[in-house]
């Protein structure tokens, strides 16, 4: 079993910033992809930015310039700076990770979600 474990949350004013962590844990191969996702009240569930473990990056419009998607190998753990918060990025933050199971499987896990809150 894989644990997708997020910290950084929490409330800050339009213009603040806040670093989101995901650590990976567990018995697992490899890591494929991680990414950052939101869901805001009466919203779907969607894509912020995610990474290939590979290298490739990718930013959903909304956040380009202001976020920074972010990992490190050696912790398997993945970043989201988020710089120039404004009151329409509030909402439930959830860590995805792909990871290449012992198995041989590529399987998709979620953390737990963590409030970012901004305020105007």
């Known amino acids: 079993q894989v644990q997708l474990v997020e910290s950084g949350g929490g409330l800050v004013q339009t213009g603040g910033s806040l670093r989101l962590s995901c650590a990976a844990s567990g018995r697992f191969f490899s890591i494929n992809t991680m990414g950052w996702y939101r869901q805001a009240p009466g919203k779907q569930r969607e894509l912020v930015a995610s990474?290939?473990?590979?290298?490739?990056?990718d930013y959903d419009d909304s956040v380009k310039g202001r976020f920074t998607i972010s990992r490190d190998n050696a912790k398997n753990t993945v970043y989201l700076q988020m710089d120039s918060l404004r009151p329409e990025d509030t909402a439930v933050y959830f860590c995805?990770?792909?990871?290449?199971?012992?198995?041989?499987?590529?399987?998709?896990?979620w953390g737990q979600g963590t409030q970012v809150t901004v305020s105007s």
């Open positions: 990474i290939i473990w590979g290298g490739n990056i």
């Open positions: 995805n990770g792909m990871v290449l199971s012992t198995t041989g499987h590529l399987v998709a896990y």
